[in-house]
């Protein structure tokens, strides 16, 4: 069993369109692999891969879930002592919250979080959050474009909070955990 990560999608693609596709199952986010389906992905053989028992929409054509998980923000408590920001409307305000913030950027993979976030803020209702209004968002994320620095990794963010890089982060939830535990381990 050959083990690769984190996921590279320009890696599986090169594979894909040389013929030589060197994995058989990888981990990737719900919304690539959907749009990908039929494409870079094949569709789950129903004789190999038993999705009866999955809830309902939980799985794909290509795919099956493998965790769930929820996106937090995260932030240094000593830079903003009895004043912490509290809501994805204070990872926009630079003002009251000064300093860098980090969020998902990983290339050609528009994960959950970013994008939800910057609307809501904007003013879209959470009912009405679907289909993204892709332009809008981005428009609200560029508003804060100076303060952002893009991770590409669950490891990477929880680095950026830990080593003091940024004051806030937008972060999966078991790297919240994970850096909380770090911080209580050492002290923090």
Not at 21 to 41: H, I, Q, Y
Request: proline residues 7%; positive net charge.
């Amino acid at each position: 069993m050959l083990s690769d990560g984190p996921t590279d999608y320009t890696k599986i693609k090169a594979q894909v369109d040389a013929k030589n596709v060197t994995c058989d199952v990888t981990d990737t986010d719900t919304l690539w692999a959907k749009r990908e389906c039929g494409k870079l992905l094949m569709p789950l053989d129903p004789k190999i891969v038993d999705t009866s028992k999955l809830p309902k929409d939980m799985g794909g054509k290509c795919s099956v879930p493998a965790m769930s998980y929820g996106v937090v923000l995260m932030y240094d408590k000593k830079k903003f002592g009895g004043n912490p920001p509290k809501s994805w409307a204070d990872l926009f305000n630079t003002g009251k919250y000064p300093g860098k913030r980090a969020i998902p950027g990983i290339p050609s993979d528009a994960s959950p979080g970013a994008l939800e976030a910057a609307l809501l803020v904007d003013g879209v209702a959470p009912d009405r959050l679907y289909p993204l209004n892709v332009d809008r968002a981005l428009k609200k994320l560029t508003s804060v474009r100076s303060s952002l620095v893009f991770w590409d990794t669950g490891a990477r963010s929880q680095q950026l909070l830990e080593s003091g890089e940024v004051s806030m982060a937008m972060v999966w939830s078991g790297r919240a955990y994970a850096a909380g535990l770090e911080l209580f381990e050492h002290g923090g």
